[in-house]
């Protein structure tokens, strides 16, 4: 299993990023995928996860400024972030889940890419 994340950066409060993972070594389209994050000094976040069939869940902190998709022809599962805040920073993983989409728990994670929201 292979989880590779791209598309973080550096981004003013309210900008927006869209972070890609692209999927190896299983068969994605029978996999649920999560994203999650980590912030400085703090534990592992739960942000979304999308179904096999597309069935989306957001954290509390991002409903509303984030949209989870997948697109099972190329093997990528995306986050688009907008309206961005300082308490966004962190490193942002891609990740299986080990059974529902909306719990903190992963069979497999990437290597993470960090955001950085600041002025």
């Known amino acids: 299993v292979q989880l590779v994340e791209s598309g973080g950066g550096w981004v003013q409060p309210g900008g927006s990023l869209r972070l890609s993972c692209a999927a190896s070594?299983?068969?994605?389209?029978?996999?649920?995928m999560s994203w999650a994050r980590q912030a400085p000094g703090k534990g592992l976040e739960w942000v979304s996860g999308?179904?096999?069939?597309?069935?989306?869940h957001y954290a509390a902190s991002m409903e509303g400024r984030v949209t989870i998709s997948r697109d099972n022809t190329q093997n990528i599962v995306y986050l688009q972030m907008n309206s961005l805040k300082p308490e966004d920073t962190a490193v942002y993983y891609c990740?299986?889940?080990?059974?529902?989409?909306?719990?903190?728990?992963?069979?497999?994670r990437g290597q993470g890419t960090q955001v950085t929201v600041s002025s």
């Open positions: 990740a299986i889940p080990k059974s529902y989409i909306w719990l903190n728990d992963y069979n497999y």
């Open positions: 999308i179904s096999t069939v597309g069935g989306t």
């Open positions: 070594g299983f068969t994605f389209s029978r996999s649920a």
